[in-house]
């Protein structure tokens, strides 16, 4: 039974592995195709427009004036002064995140759709996905509030991350606790990097959103105090399935600041 069981895992790494191969280099593709189409895009815009007329300059202004009473929350939003570097930055961050607390939502809805009835495991569950919810909401709206394109692979990253969530569960609490232990120690590392980068940007709204990474950054460190306290180190094969998670999470990430 071990043999097989580890022989199982052994061929869900490899194939972990040829996926994140195949990701990676569709998401360099992806992105270069996406750099050419806004060059090209650049180049028409510059060469069709033309000066303003004395009845646009008019009817700017009119509807400038007809703007300014707006309740649109969106124009509330005062830009930030950052350099290209930085909002380059920021952009793949806040992308990143939103991915990451999808992934995990996704995860922790898998879990719970296998062990949700185990009256010691489904709360625990139960209390982490709540957790998830809330800062997948957060981010929603950050995204929305910076103007950040959301990645392209959400199907994916849902599909991932459900897949994930029930394999591990299926075989076993410990199994199951062993995944939460590692997305966490990769996110809360992630989350970590993340704050020593924000704390070179002096800015009202990015110390926001600091405090905002912060705290989740504590959540899911406690999520993974949780995991170890409930015996995931005790999974079959830890560490072979703990290496595995790691670096589809390390792909995951990469990936997602990209596409």
Not at 151 to 163: D, K, N, Q, S
Request: glycine share 6%; charged share 20%; aromatic share 4%.
């Amino acid at each position: 039974m071990a043999s097989a069981l580890q022989n199982s895992l052994k061929r869900t790494t490899a194939s972990l592995l040829q996926t994140q191969s195949r990701l990676t280099s569709a998401a360099a593709a992806t992105a270069a195709t996406r750099a050419l189409s806004t060059t090209v895009s650049t180049c028409q815009a510059t060469t069709s427009t033309s000066p303003p007329s004395a009845s646009d300059n008019h009817n700017t202004i009119s509807s400038a004036d007809s703007s300014s009473t707006s309740t649109d929350a969106s124009a509330s939003v005062p830009p930030l002064k950052l350099s290209k570097e930085q909002r380059e930055l920021l952009e793949e961050m806040i992308r990143v995140d939103q991915a990451g607390e999808l992934g995990a939502n996704w995860i922790y809805r898998g879990q719970y759709a296998v062990l949700g009835s185990d009256k010691k495991v489904g709360p625990l569950l139960q209390h982490m996905w709540d957790q998830e919810k809330h800062h997948l909401k957060v981010f929603d709206g950050i995204v929305s509030q910076y103007r950040v394109r959301p990645t392209a692979l959400r199907p994916i990253w849902e599909m991932a991350g459900f897949a994930l969530g029930a394999g591990t569960a299926l075989l076993g609490k410990e199994a199951a606790m062993a995944c939460t232990e590692a997305v966490e120690t990769v996110i809360g590392g992630h989350y970590n990097d993340q704050l020593r980068e924000l704390l070179k940007i002096d800015h009202p709204d990015i110390a926001e959103l600091r405090k905002v990474v912060k705290q989740f950054r504590d959540d899911e460190l406690e999520h993974l105090e949780t995991a170890i306290e409930h015996d995931a180190q005790k999974a079959p094969q830890h560490e072979l399935l703990s290496n595995a998670i790691k670096q589809g999470c390390k792909a995951a990430i990469w990936i997602s600041s990209k596409v």
